[in-house]
């Protein structure tokens, strides 16, 4: 990617995260990140067709920045990956744009990227150890219950009045989701 369209983008993505957790996302408009980021309307609308197609892109590009050293993640090791922390860290940074996302109607493609992504790891996993899913449950189902668990956690988290701290809730998740890793049980 063009580094100008790069830098363009974070500067759109990070308005965006300013601003929703300044007045909450519902509140934000293309206006308000364009002033934010210091760019003009024409400019937004030539990276992103709205705001939701923004707030789907940044949050991505939180996850796949939190899943860019994959294979670097053992996942026969019972300490959750760093990433995963790192991810749960932002989360809870920006936990009032969060919030949002894993509770209200509204924002199913930044849900829809996640989630995705989240199937794609463990496919990704399985395929380069040769993990076969438990039974004769087909991969890409199987895949689909350990990212629908893990956003569950991560939603059911967000709402929580006393979250715990990101490590932790990163050890309930990888507990949830290693023996889809291929940890013998």
Do not use: C
């Not at 990070?14 to 300044?22: H, N, W």
Request: charged residues 25%; aromatic residues 6%; glycine residues 6%.
């Amino acid at each position: 990617m063009d580094p100008r369209i790069a830098k363009t983008r974070a500067r759109l993505q990070t308005a965006l995260f300013e601003l929703a957790d300044e007045k909450g996302i519902d509140d934000v408009t293309v206006s308000d990140i364009t002033q934010r980021a210091g760019v003009n309307r024409t400019t937004f609308y030539l990276h992103y067709a709205d705001a939701e197609t923004l707030l789907a892109d940044a949050i991505d590009g939180v996850a796949e920045r939190a899943t860019l050293a994959l294979e670097e993640i053992d996942i026969a090791s019972t300490e959750p990956p760093v990433q995963l922390t790192e991810f749960l860290v932002h989360a809870r940074e920006n936990a009032r744009l969060y919030r949002q996302v894993f509770s209200e109607p509204g924002y199913a493609v930044a849900l829809a990227r996640l989630r995705e992504r989240l199937i794609g790891t463990v496919v990704s996993h399985a395929d380069a150890d040769g993990a076969e899913p438990p039974g004769d449950i087909p991969l890409p189902i199987f895949a689909a219950s350990v990212a629908g668990s893990i956003l569950g956690v991560i939603g059911a988290w967000l709402v929580e009045e006393n979250r715990a701290e990101p490590d932790v809730v990163s050890r309930w998740i990888w507990e949830i989701s290693r023996p889809a890793s291929g940890r013998e049980g």
